[in-house]
């Protein structure tokens, strides 16, 4: 296996002619709800690099959302994949067993946070593993009802895109959506109203509000939370409230589950974002950065929860394929081997001060926040908070159009988020920061 050369090269315009011409069959094959961001394709990549097929080098600031934590086709991720195809692809975990699925879940139940007896199951997608843990709190409880925070991703599928709080372009036209899912304030400082910097008690009180007031704690099965809200703009609650809500479920008999399938694995430069403040959450949702980049989900949690499922009632045909399960050991193993938590840290320390420097009075850039290798700015009009989509776009345009892969996001549209993979190399990251500064400094 060859690595492309870590570097950013520009043959031709971004896209170039060859993936022009793809995308001409693209847009004649596929339905049209397929969004995308970067309209290249690509042929190969290594490490912080995407080569496409007019043979540009790409760095890449996105890893997949997230998922190539551990750098694309890292080579301890491609060896297990291969030595697990050559033996086979699948069997059923459901029909006929094999090690590698239990090896995963002893990993989970060992790096999540908290060192009391849990267990796991595995699944193929987030929204899969969200969906199962609702399942899981449900029948745990007795209760029906599941609490999300505004700003909120969770998922595409009926349950999940029903908790997932942004319609456009996630829930316009889908409903009728599943009943039984309850929204309450999440504490984004940057927009908390009145503008005044929320704190994790007055943050609390609204959600107690909800639970206790309006639902009736006794039936709620779940309140379910990002750490670190991701495709909502990376909004970081105050410290102290993640711990709360964890109290304030044990207090109500509540399962308190922490999606962190964005914030996961080293992202954040802590092995889980609920480990930075110490929070021991009863149920967590992983995937992306799981399986270094095989479709690969998992819950982990309390084993009197998890449990609480008589057999049969939790699977699916994929739920747990081998060849997943293989990545994932590869990419578990890159992690704790590597030092990918402290890289994540390192790369904070490089970029984040770089990123504050574009900050300030009368900027487009209103506020730097993430932890870790998940860092965004949100963009708005100078000299107020309202926020600026059209100047985000323009800048992850250009961006993409110097060859740095950029993502937006947020639930205005008005932020660009960095996940670059953990292993990138200094002198690559330090490039990409400087088109990311020109690209803002050519909207002042
Ligand atoms: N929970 C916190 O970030 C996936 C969505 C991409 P799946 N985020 C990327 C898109 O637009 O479809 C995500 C997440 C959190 C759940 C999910 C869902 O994970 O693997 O995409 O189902």
Redesign the pocket.
């Known amino acids: 296996m060859s690595m492309p050369t870590q570097q950013r090269i520009l043959k031709t315009a971004l896209p170039g002619p060859r993936s022009i011409e793809l995308q001409a069959n693209r847009n004649d094959a596929l339905a049209n709800g397929l969004?995308q961001t970067l309209p290249i394709f690509v042929e190969e990549a290594g490490g912080s690099i995407i080569v496409d097929v007019d043979g540009n080098h790409i760095i890449d600031m996105a890893s997949g959302?997230?998922v190539t934590s551990v750098g694309a086709s890292n080579p301890r991720v491609v060896a297990r994949i291969a030595a697990q195809a050559e033996k086979f692809t699948h069997t059923c975990f459901l029909v006929t067993q094999y090690d590698v699925f239990t090896e995963v879940a002893q990993a989970l139940n060992r790096i999540t946070p908290g060192d009391h007896a849990k267990k796991t199951a595995l699944f193929s997608?987030?929204?899969?593993?969200?969906e199962n843990a609702i399942k899981i709190a449900r029948v745990a409880t007795g209760r029906p009802a599941v609490v999300v925070l505004s700003h909120?991703?969770?998922?595409?599928?009926l349950l999940?895109m029903s908790m997932t709080a942004k319609n456009l372009p996630?829930k316009e036209g889908f409903g009728p959506f599943a009943p039984e899912v309850y929204r309450a304030p999440s504490p984004y400082p940057y927009r908390w109203a009145g503008g005044a910097e929320v704190s994790a008690e007055e943050a609390l009180a609204a959600l107690r509000e909800i639970i206790v007031t309006q639902i009736g704690a006794t039936n709620v099965a779940a309140i379910v939370m990002?750490p670190i809200?991701?495709?909502g703009g990376f909004i970081v609650p105050p410290p102290g409230y993640l711990a709360a809500v964890q109290e304030l479920a044990t207090e109500h008999g509540i399962v308190f589950v922490a999606?962190?399938?964005?914030?996961g694995l080293a992202r954040t430069g802590d092995m889980f974002a609920c480990d930075h403040e110490g929070v021991v959450p009863d149920l967590i949702?992983t995937?992306?950065a799981l399986a270094g980049g095989m479709?690969l989900?998992a819950v982990t949690g309390r084993a009197e929860i998890m449990d609480a499922v008589p057999a049969g009632g939790l699977g699916g045909t994929y739920a747990g394929n081998p060849v997943a399960c293989a990545a994932a050991l590869g990419a578990i193993e890159a992690i704790e081997e590597d030092g990918l938590v402290q890289k994540a840290r390192d790369i904070e320390a490089l970029a984040r001060p770089r990123l504050e420097a574009l900050a300030g009075d009368g900027s487009v850039v209103g506020e730097v926040r993430g932890r870790g290798a998940m860092l965004a700015m949100e963009f708005v009009r100078p000299g107020t908070t309202e926020p600026a989509p059209e100047i985000a776009k323009a800048v992850a345009a250009h961006c993409h159009a110097e060859g740095v892969l950029v993502l937006v996001c947020g639930t205005f549209g008005n932020v660009i988020r960095l996940l670059p993979p953990l292993v990138i190399e200094p002198a690559l990251l330090d490039e990409a920061l400087t088109v990311i500064e020109q690209a803002v400094e050519a909207q002042r």
């Open positions: 969004g959302i997230a997608t987030g929204a899969e593993a969200v909120a991703y969770h998922g595409r599928s999940t996630y990002e809200q991701g495709e999606d962190e399938i964005q914030t949702t995937a992306k479709p989900a």
